[in-house]
């Protein structure tokens, strides 16, 4: 059975760092395109960084372009996200998600519009993270 556990979140002052992993298993990684979105209180969803696993390819939201970066290791499975420059509207819970291949047109159509109403794409339990002094 296909999972994703994330971990990594927590508190941070602004201007600081962290890294999100996401663990999966049941499956393997090689063949799937990677996301993160993030949902803050009160806002909906967004996507903030997604990854072809066909050709290479990123987008990153241009909130976060510059300071977020994705990553994967096909061979430990996991997938990352180094957050640096932390700002207080970094604010939210983030969740990674995972998608075949061949779902994907383009990343950022992937990653702006999502994938709501079809089951293509799975999902983790989502990592707090906070930005506050």
């Known amino acids: 059975q296909l999972q994703l556990v994330e971990s990594g979140g927590g508190l941070v002052q602004p201007g600081g760092s962290l890294r999100l992993s996401c663990a999966a298993s049941?499956?393997?990684?090689?063949?799937?395109?990677i996301g993160w979105f993030r949902q803050a209180p009160g806002k909906e969803r967004e996507g903030v960084s997604c990854s072809s696993g066909r050709d290479g390819s990123t987008y990153y939201a241009d909130s976060v372009k510059g300071r977020f970066t994705i990553s994967r290791d096909n061979a430990k499975n996991t997938v990352y996200l180094q957050m640096n420059s932390l700002r207080p509207e970094d604010t939210a819970v983030y969740y990674c998600?995972?998608?075949?291949?061949?779902?994907?047109?383009?990343?950022?159509?992937?990653?702006?519009?999502?994938?709501?109403?079809?089951?293509?794409?799975?999902w983790g339990q989502g990592t707090q993270v906070t930005v506050s002094s």
């Open positions: 049941g499956f393997t990684l090689d063949y799937y395109s």
């Open positions: 998600t995972v998608v075949q291949n061949w779902v994907v047109t383009t990343v950022q159509a992937w990653c702006v519009r999502g994938l709501s109403g079809t089951t293509y794409d799975s």
